[in-house]
């Protein structure tokens, strides 16, 4: 299963998807359309928290987890990027979180991971941050192959969310 973004939103291909009563040969395995224009939706009730280790350091991101769990969100976390994520379009909804810190520094690749990612997300109609001046991860600037980065992506109210508890401002 891959998800594409195109012009028109994010698609979901899967490959060996032969839709029953289709006339399609099983010996030929396509690449199927199995979700068209998927949209992730701008409320949550779902969170990823990625570097937790970063709540020592970082009050707001810690004053964030406590929120999600007075209002009892439902966990999300499998320590992976890709999962977490990918959850929040079959879900159609959550947040994936990972601040830094000076203690607990940046892991995800920004041109590998973060970048792919964010324009997924944004394409489906979520939002993302850089988790550093609150503005879009598609705004940072690739300057290395390895260069590292904060992230934030999901339903766009959390995301609005995370910049506040965080005290980033940029939209």
């Not at 028109?8 to 032969?18: K, L, M, P, S």
């Not at 976390?77 to 159609?92: A, I, R």
């Not at 001046?133 to 600037?141: H, R």
């Amino acid at each position: 299963t891959v998800l594409v973004a195109l012009d028109d939103g994010v698609y979901e291909f899967t490959y060996g998807a032969i839709p029953e009563g289709s006339n399609l040969n099983p010996k030929e395995t396509p690449w199927i359309c199995t979700r068209h224009e998927i949209q992730i939706l701008p409320d949550s009730k779902i969170f990823s928290p990625a570097n937790l280790r970063s709540a020592q350091d970082l009050e707001g991101y810690q004053n964030l987890v406590e929120y999600y769990m007075r209002n009892r969100y439902t966990l999300r976390y499998t320590g992976g990027l890709v999962p977490d994520v990918y959850q929040q379009f079959t879900k159609k909804q959550g947040i994936f979180c990972n601040p830094t810190s000076q203690a607990s520094p940046a892991k995800l690749r920004l041109a590998f991971e973060a970048a792919p990612f964010g324009l997924l997300v944004e394409k489906a109609g979520g939002l993302t941050s850089d988790g550093v001046t609150g503005g879009s991860i598609l705004d940072v600037k690739i300057t290395s192959v390895d260069q590292r980065t904060a992230f934030c992506c999901g339903s766009r109210n959390e995301v609005i969310r995370f910049k506040e508890y965080l005290g980033l401002t940029s939209d």
